[in-house]
């Protein structure tokens, strides 16, 4: 089905997924890293739908709140293949997951020492800050002296202490350098940093190494290697688990199986012919796409209803009461009319999901494209379920 019917039958703006290539992408990722979990990090993309083909694939889940455990355990993803990283959380959380079956990792000291006191004698995860980040943006760098997250290498005394005090049991670490890494030797050094300390861990379950493989959001550039960082991964986790065979590894790549798989399809809905800039107004906005607006990423934009027109540079923006609602700055792309529609690729991940109905304008629907043919998968959000 066109676009353009697409459009015409489920109306625009409209999220579509390929659900061909999420399969595809699954098992890549399962054949680089076969003996390990691979927990998807859902709050890339929490589409019920998109998640029973991600469990129909044989991957776990990585949730970091109640809400995200609770939809992994209705879609049906087994206690055991859940793992919860809150940050920040309050007591009622903790113990809301716990009941779920679901272990918890904790953050920091203070919240190890609260954990220990509500929970004693029982299983904890740890996460660690690994002193170094990476990522395309400094929004969602996590490790090193400026990011939030987790204990310090240093710290990890006062971890002993405190679960010896209490009796827990450190049964994991995790850690997570960033979001967006596209170099595999970035996120082999971080890994081997972290097994460093985990040799001081003789309890440990698992070691989970985080999230952040990227993808080539630009044309020239190419997704993270997963192939590639098999090869070089399997054996270094081979190696530790000589020492320690009870250990499971654990990743929890979110945007890297599901990014490519979306596309936001927008229509043309203005064209202003300024003196600096001819901007392209559409139906949609950073309120159905915030990539560009907050972090100033790319994403390819295809004009699908006009691909051989003279190509002219353009700003593709939104309806968005903000100068800062743009999809991209004066970009070459085939000019578009009134009524064209527009592909915004590689929107899978972190696009609904970060969707808000800023200005009360509703969030759009979302639809599979699944070999026997598109089906609705979240109905658009009305006017009425915002004024209700
Ligand atoms: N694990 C943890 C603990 C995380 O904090 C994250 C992402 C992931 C896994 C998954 O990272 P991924 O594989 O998807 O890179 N909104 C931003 C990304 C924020 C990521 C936050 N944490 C964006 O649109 O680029």
Redesign the pocket.
């Known amino acids: 089905m066109s676009p353009a019917d697409m459009i015409a039958r489920f109306g625009s703006p409209l999220y579509v997924y390929d659900e061909a290539l999420l399969r595809d992408r699954c098992r890549r990722l399962i054949n680089a890293l076969p003996s390990h979990a691979l927990l998807y990090?859902m709050?890339?993309n929490s589409n019920a739908a998109l998640l029973e083909v991600i469990r129909g694939e044989g991957l776990g889940i990585?949730a970091?709140s109640i809400g995200e455990v609770m939809l992994a355990r209705k879609v049906g993803f087994a206690a055991d293949r859940i793992s919860y990283?809150g940050n920040n959380v309050t007591d009622n959380e903790m113990r809301a997951v716990l009941d779920l079956g679901v272990g918890v990792t904790v953050d920091s000291l203070s919240q190890l020492e609260r954990y220990g006191r509500l929970f004693p004698g029982t299983d904890v995860g740890v996460r660690l800050n690994p002193d170094v980040g990476d990522g395309?943006?400094d929004?969602?760098i996590?490790g090193g002296p400026d990011a939030k997250f987790g204990i310090d290498h240093e710290d990890m005394e006062g971890a002993h202490s405190i679960a010896k005090h209490h009796g827990l049991t450190i049964c994991g670490l995790?850690q997570?350098i960033g979001?967006?890494i596209l170099d595999v030797n970035t996120f082999i050094g971080a890994m081997e940093a972290m097994l460093t300390v985990a040799d001081r861990f003789p309890e440990l379950r698992f070691v989970d190494f985080?999230?952040?493989?990227?993808i080539g959001y630009q044309p020239d550039e190419d997704d993270f290697d997963v192939a590639a960082f098999g090869v070089q991964a399997n054996p270094l986790l081979e190696r530790f688990r000589a020492k320690e065979p009870d250990v499971t590894f654990r990743f929890?790549?979110?945007?890297?199986v599901v990014a490519p798989c979306g596309t936001l399809y927008v229509t043309v809905t203005s064209i202003k012919r300024g003196k600096r800039h001819t901007f392209v107004g559409t139906d949609s906005g950073f309120n159905h796409l915030l990539?560009p607006a907050l972090?100033g990423?790319w994403h390819t934009i295809e004009n699908v209803s006009r691909p051989d027109a003279p190509v002219e540079p353009v700003s593709v923006v939104g309806n968005v009461c903000e100068s800062g609602d743009l999809f991209c700055r004066d970009r070459a792309l085939p000019t578009p009319e009134e009524g064209d529609v527009l592909a915004i690729r590689d929107a899978g991940?972190?696009g609904w999901s970060?969707a808000s109905c800023y200005n009360l304008r509703p969030r759009p629907a979302e639809v599979m494209l699944s070999p026997d043919g598109p089906r609705i998968i979240r109905e658009r959000e009305s006017t009425e379920d915002l004024t209700r």
């Open positions: 990090a709050k890339a990585d970091v990283n395309h943006h929004h969602v996590t995790q997570h979001s967006g985080g999230g952040g493989f990227g929890e790549p979110g945007r890297w990539r972090y990423s991940a972190y970060m």
